[in-house]
T-cell receptor
Framework: GEDVEQSLFLSVREGDSSVINCTYT??????LYWYKQEPGAGLQLLTY?????DMKQDQRLTVLLNKKDKHLSLRIADTQTGDSAIYFC???????????FGTGTRLKVLA | GAVVSQHPSRVICKSGTSVKIECRSL??????MFWYRQFPKQSLMLMAT?????????EQGVEKDKFLINHASLTLSTLTVTSAHPEDSSFYIC?????????????FGEGSRLTVL
């Protein structure tokens, strides 16, 4: 399909790990991204992964990529209340600068 | 990282008036900027791709006469919502690609919330 899909909501307790999943559409996408959006604000790039990588770790963030299944995940270790936000995955269509954003996952961190 | 600034962050206007939103890349040159629209609790919908010095490329279903885009310089793109109506109320976000990066990273503005009464 055309949609980049994510689960809509995720709720975790402070200190636990969060895993946000994404299924993308274009197997030829070269880069895949995770963005964070806080209420009423624009998007902030968290991390990205190149399509020839399986995993990328950046401090508390771990990105896993399964190209066969076109599945991308973002793991946030030791989740904090400041991590509460909407998280979007995005793919870039091959040969273009067009980003296709996922539906967004609203993460709520409970104290 | 690169900074993209939008102005105004919030605007309220009467139905039938036109509203201009500016998107500026503050510390880099952006040959390509993108305009998105975001409805409450929904994802970003790409409206158009703004190319410096040429006409914008609009996505299917987006009225180019309604949403005028001008990319007159390498640091400024504007979106004008003409004859605004309440259904145009939305959160508009611009982004710009920094030409020096190889990652294809987009830098986003803070967004502009338009409310049409």
């Amino acid at each position: 399909g055309e949609d980049v899909e994510q689960s809509l909501f995720l709720s975790v307790r402070e200190g636990d790990s969060s895993v946000i999943n994404c299924t993308y559409t274009d197997s030829s996408s070269t880069y895949l991204y995770w963005y964070k959006q806080e209420p009423g604000a624009g998007l902030q790039l968290l991390t990205y992964i190149f399509s020839n990588m399986d995993m990328k770790q950046d401090q508390r963030l771990t990105v896993l990529l399964n190209k066969k299944d076109k599945h991308l995940s973002l793991r946030i270790a030791d989740t904090q209340t400041g991590d509460s936000a909407i998280y979007f995955c995005a793919e870039i269509k091959a040969g273009t600068y067009k980003y296709i954003f996922g539906t967004g996952t609203r993460l709520k961190v409970l104290a | 990282g690169a900074v993209v600034s939008q102005h105004p962050s919030r605007v309220i206007c009467k139905s039938g008036t036109s509203v201009k939103i500016e998107c500026r890349s503050l510390d880099f040159q952006a040959t390509t900027m993108f305009w998105y629209r975001q409805f409450p609790k929904q994802s970003l919908m790409l409206m158009a791709t703004s190319n410096e010095g040429s006409k914008a490329t609009y996505e299917q279903g987006v009225e180019k006469d309604k949403f005028l885009i001008n990319h007159a310089s390498l640091t400024l793109s504007t979106l004008t919502v003409t004859s605004a109506h309440p259904e145009d109320s939305s959160f508009y976000i611009c982004s710009a690609r920094a030409g020096t990066t190889n990652t294809g990273e987009l830098f986003f503005g803070e967004g502009s919330r338009l409310t049409v009464l």
